[in-house]
């Protein structure tokens, strides 16, 4: 049912006429509030007497009309109202009411607009010496009784009526008109306007609530040797998302400058529909489709009236049509692309065949991560323009082996929706300012590669040395230099009878040593003590390591180069500030390499230099 408010000033008589006919069951709305200048009119005694709750404020205790029209507008908006009702209220609504509820506020006039508008209408008339009266329902605007007519009705009378008696038939007219006109106007809202969605938009129970729908073309960021069927390889997907913008309400949603959250549907098909070349498109019978479902939590960085720039992060699950078949053997050793054919590739018997199954994604439904940034455009108060760019990864943590990962970079363009008007004029700024600290910090991270790609057990160690900033109470940034060192540990009995190298073994191995250094920023949602870890690094050297010389793996060259180790590597983790001053942290990350490993390390660090 859909809510609306009533604004009143004085009597309320044609307040009391949409109560009857709302409890008649003519009219199909809930009165959500009663808005008033005046504590004490007798519209707001009305209220009272049907159990309907009154906002009531006086406009000498503000500074501006802005302000009081701000407080009423987030109170209205959190009450889920989508038509204000004017109805005797006798004072102009400002430039925040008519921004937040565009073409949703209505006003009733005692006269047939556009003449005798303002005050004492019906004086006006008589005083005129008009023959036909009337009354005038139109929206609202900045002017006075400017705004578009929705309906008029009228009536002759003759010199022998008074005025009294002629504002005794103007007053009845109001009060059958202006519940009919109320009751056109949400049919039509509910009938016609955005059908389903605003449909949707009557059922919430907060209608901060937003609806996307966009397309998404892009490419993959394929392997050099396990997974060339991508390259030069361009698809696309769908995505629809039903989330929550924040209005201020809270505390953490105006340090956060106002964050989106929700849940996001994505189909994915990898399907070259836009290239002409038939060949590539036969990828598609390899990695088949894909169904994402995840949540995701959206900051805005940047925030002006029309635009703003947001930065996302997403997790969920992901289920793939086509997986690696256990089956069919994979080798990696023997992945030759057809020079004549992206789609195909060279077997051991110098033969063009096409490519066996899907060897970056072996179980059907996997782990999947969002990453995107980009920039919202507003069209109006309830529409938006979306321009973003997508990074996401899929794989299955080395639960099965072959897990390369699927990793895509694309861009997007979608639609949003606002069920009711997202505006500024519910932003609040007084809240605690919050002083910035800026931290070096020292973190220790010992762990073991968790990936079996061959029977051996591999340690690994990490240190960093970076700096952090706490620009607000719940948000971290910084950036550091990472090392890590990779060792050989121990290997199964298998390994030690050369099991490893029978041609028909899945089986990779890795070299004896590796070491690499990248640089690596990340972002800390902080929540007291604990704070949710989710960072990117960027290599600047890797390797060289000790390969075996009987060394299967093809992503290790004969000097135990990390020729074609990723040059980016992702984490996330968790961590628990602790200490006096929460100095020291302790946690747990998980470190991935798309094509490559995935490490379990546990963290130990502390800040210093704290300004």
């Known amino acids: 049912m859909k809510k609306i408010a009533i604004f009143a000033s004085g009597n309320g008589s044609n307040f009391q006429a949409i109560v009857d006919e709302i409890e008649k069951g003519n009219l199909m709305a809930e009165i959500a509030v009663l808005v008033t200048d005046k504590p004490d009119c007798f519209a707001a005694e009305r209220a009272r007497k049907h159990n309907i709750p009154v906002f009531a404020f006086s406009p000498k205790n503000y500074l501006s009309k802005e302000e009081y029209e701000k407080e009423i507008a987030r109170f209205l908006i959190n009450k889920n109202v989508s038509l204000i009702v004017l109805a005797g209220y006798m004072r102009l609504i400002g430039e925040v009411l008519l921004t937040a509820f565009p073409n949703r506020i209505i006003n009733i006039h005692p006269a047939l607009l556009p003449a005798f508008p303002g005050k004492n209408g019906i004086q006006q008339a008589y005083n005129y010496g008009v023959k036909i009266f009337g009354v005038t329902v139109h929206y609202v605007d900045s002017g006075m009784d400017t705004g578009k007519i929705i309906a008029q009705e009228c009536f002759k009378t003759d010199e022998k009526e008074s005025l009294s008696e002629i504002e005794q038939k103007i007053h009845a007219l109001e009060h059958q008109l202006y519940p009919n006109v109320i009751k056109k106007i949400l049919c039509f809202a509910i009938a016609l306007l955005f059908g389903i969605t605003q449909l949707l938009a009557q059922n919430s129970n907060n209608q901060n609530f937003y609806i996307e729908g966009g397309a998404r073309y892009g490419t993959a960021l394929y392997h050099p040797k396990h997974a060339i069927y991508l390259k030069d390889f361009y698809y696309g997907g769908l995505e629809f998302r039903f989330g929550k913008q924040t209005i201020g309400n809270n505390q953490w949603e105006r340090m956060l400058n106002f964050p989106a959250y929700g849940v996001t549907l994505r189909y994915t098909s990898y399907y070259d529909f836009l290239d002409p070349k038939t060949v590539r498109k036969e990828r598609n019978k390899v990695l088949g489709q894909n169904i994402a479902l995840f949540g995701y939590f959206q900051i805005s960085m940047i925030r002006y009236k029309w635009f703003n720039w947001n930065c996302q992060i997403g997790m969920g699950a992901a289920y793939f049509t086509k997986i690696h078949r256990k089956n069919v053997v994979y080798k990696p050793d023997i992945l030759t692309p057809d020079p004549n054919d992206p789609s195909r590739y060279i077997n051991e018997k110098g033969e063009s065949v096409a490519y066996p199954n899907n060897c970056l994604i072996s179980v059907y439904v996997t782990p999947y991560i969002n990453l995107q940034t980009g920039f919202d455009f507003k069209i109006n108060n309830q529409f938006d323009l979306c321009f973003n760019a997508n990074f996401n990864h899929a794989s299955n943590a080395s639960m099965n082996m072959p897990n390369y990962g699927i990793n895509e970079l694309q861009g997007m363009v979608s639609l949003r929706y606002h069920f009711s008007p997202i505006h500024e004029l519910v932003k609040i700024d007084s809240f605690p300012k919050h002083k910035q600290i800026n931290s070096l910090f020292f973190t220790l991270d010992p762990g073991w590669l968790i990936a ?8 690994k160690t990490g240190v960093s040395v970076g700096y952090m900033r706490n620009i607000l109470p719940v948000l971290n940034v910084g950036a550091s230099f990472e090392a890590c060192y990779v060792r050989y540990l121990a290997h199964s009995k298998d390994y030690e009878k050369e099991e490893w190298e029978k041609p028909d073994s899945p089986r990779i191995s890795m070299p004896k040593n590796i070491y690499t250094g990248a640089i690596y920023g990340f972002s800390e949602l902080v929540f007291g003590r604990y704070a949710l870890h989710v960072g990117f690094g960027f290599y600047l050297f890797k390797g060289p390591g000790q390969a075996k010389k009987k060394d299967l793996a093809q992503n290790w060259d004969g000097g135990g180069t990390l020729k074609n180790y990723p040059i ?44």
């Open 452 to 459: 079996r790609y061959d029977d051996n057990y591999y340690f």
């Open 568 to 611: 980016v590597y992702e984490k996330v983790g968790f961590r628990i500030y602790v200490g006096k001053n929460r100095n020291h942290f302790i946690g747990a990350s998980l470190r991935g390499h798309a094509p490559v490993a995935d490490y379990l390390a546990f963290d130990y660090g502390f800040k210093f230099l704290n300004i």
